[in-house]
């Protein structure tokens, strides 16, 4: 349920009718507006058609967003006790009248949603406009402050690049979300809605992976699996621009002339560096060999890019030509996403971000005097951020307005939108954030034209999923299949003790559960759910416990973790031990007995054994890192050995540290093949990993005097990591897809 933020609302009496207090004149979501006073709903400034009573529902609502309203409310607001009605009909009947109108679904809904059996409840954000001078609801505000929308949501998960920090990161990274909050300074007056129109059609199997809209507003330059293109935006007439032989374009910006452009190119081996590329013809020109994420200033003469590997990187500036590059900003540790120019020219917008404990991220979007290198913070993350956020797009147009994309609440915890805040001459907001798009899906990028107008942004649905395969030989499985079949997010961690079952969690109740799903079967059975996120649900050595982490909070503060266990059969859960900084959990498989949880801090990386039902033993290992967020474990199926890989950090020669339990340890050098995550095959005698890529990479099974082969190569997919059945017949998979399209956005 969503939850109201950062100022308190004074409505004021406008009228009522029908026992309805109308509040503020206007109220906005998405798209839509609700005019109270002249009894008219606009949908991007059309009016539709809605008659009184689901009107007056949905005024209701608007009252109340993220909050129930009850169907006793509706009753007595809406249809007065002297009033003899069929009240379940009327109501449903207006509800149906309203989703209508709205473009909204009962089964997935964006806008109303019902709760069983007591009322319903309005999903979206909700922004009010005043009575007296049709300007939004203030806030007070001040220097580089946070600016908290009217209604925010909880903090969402979001799921779009969380593989980056491998797979035992990633148990952590799935319970983060986005919530970007501001502050406001003064009222804006009310804006038209803008036009949202799709540019490109590629299908699921063809994601665009990086679009830019030109200074003129004329082009769209983008690409996906099959090249790099030029699109004349109002013809639709389409040329390929050719690219050097093994290169793929990752993120564009556009010269001041609309002819030339700086293009991130990658090679097969995920080496990203800068050209420039012109659409009268000619070859590309490489201009630096190390940058990603390029950023064109106004006037053409320089570029702001992001140089390291993605996981400690700094912002640099060089003159058009790649000569002079010069640091601007960035330490070990930080990492950058998309960089934005100001419309003068003096400064750069940029999304900044830090690993914090466990996986969680401190940062926000930064505003840098390119001069005096003079830093503000204008948007602040919530204090538990998500990765993709800090890696998420941003553009400022030459109004003065940052647009930046904010995740929805569960269960839309997968969408992602557009929104947009203004931004005076000193750095500090001049307005509340306004939601610019709401629609499913999550934002990957945006551009905007030279004057604003047109703003272009790629849109697209994740869709991770477990996968199950039968293991024919050592390196060897048969083609992998799709086992869970719905659209939210799904990750598998262990196998029922029969193999025939893969144990998963599934956010698609809005908050991660344990779930368990036979490999014939299409629907999952939930083990363990409750109103805290489950993760990390693993057997015990023999197989009669389920052991899972609980969560208390989305909080960003080392709170005390748990560590639970339920019987298999069924039973009540019972705590094994509590302590703060617990990121994953594993055990051996009998006759042996043991079992390990780690334990990440800001500065290192420990193992401590435990018992199922003892609780905390002694710690078996240690490392002091700067980013101890970035590793991966696993320990052998026979307790002997752990095996333990940094993940992706930019190592030019990757290894993975072979550790016995009884004494001794090596390594097993990948040379130049760098993995996310590993775990062991259920013989002990290799290892299953997911090798380095941001899609299309493969699975590996590597042997234990390093020898590699590749197992699994999926088309137009990403795998992150590989769970053995217990008699190793069996491999449960996690699989990631997506598809992704350009839409435009024009504004007045």
Known sequence: MGTRAGRVLNFGAVGNTNGVNLGPAKRRFGVFELDLRAGELRRSGLRIKLQEQPFQVLALLLEKPGEIVTRDDLRNRLWPADTFVDFDHSLNAAIKRLRDALGDSADNPTFVETVA???????????TVSVNDNEESPSAASGFAVVVAETTSRPATGFHLWWMLGGGAAVILILIGIKLGLSLAQRPASQPQPRISQLTANPADDRVRTAAISRDGRYIAFSDVTGFYLREIDTGETHSIPLPAGFTATSVSWFPDSAHMVVTLNDSGETASLWEISTLGGGARKISDDGRSPSVSPDGTQIAFVRGTKMQNQIWLMAADGEQPRKLVGEQGDFFGAIAWSPEGTRVAYVKGRLSYAYGIRGGIELLNVSDQRVGTVVQLSTMGWFSAVNGPLAWTSDSH?????????????????????????????AEPLRLTNDHGAVTSVTASGDGKRVAYIKGVPQPDVYVAKVDGPASISEPTRLTLDD????????????????FISDRTGIFSVYRQAVDQTVPELLVGGSRPVLCPRLSPDGSQILYLVYPSWTVEASSISLMRVPVVGGAPQEVLQTKWLTNQQCARAPATICLYSLVTNDTFALVNFDPFKGKGAQVYQVKDELPQLYNWSLSPDGSTLAIVRGKSGEDHPRIHLISLNGGDRWLSLEGLGVYALDWAADSKSLWAASVGDEENALLNIDLQGHTRVVWRPRKLSVYWAIPSRDGRSLALHVGSNSANVWMLERQ
């Open 488 to 503: 939210r997010q799904d990750l598998p961690f262990d196998w029922m003790p029969d193999g025939k079952s893969v144990l």
């Open 117 to 127: 059996r007591r009322g319903y409840r309005f999903l979206a954000p909700v922004s």
């Open 402 to 430: 940052l647009i930046y994309s904010m995740a929805e609440a569960p269960p839309r915890q997968l969408d992602s939108n557009l929104w947009s805040i203004g931004i005076d001459p000193g750095g500090h907001p001049t």
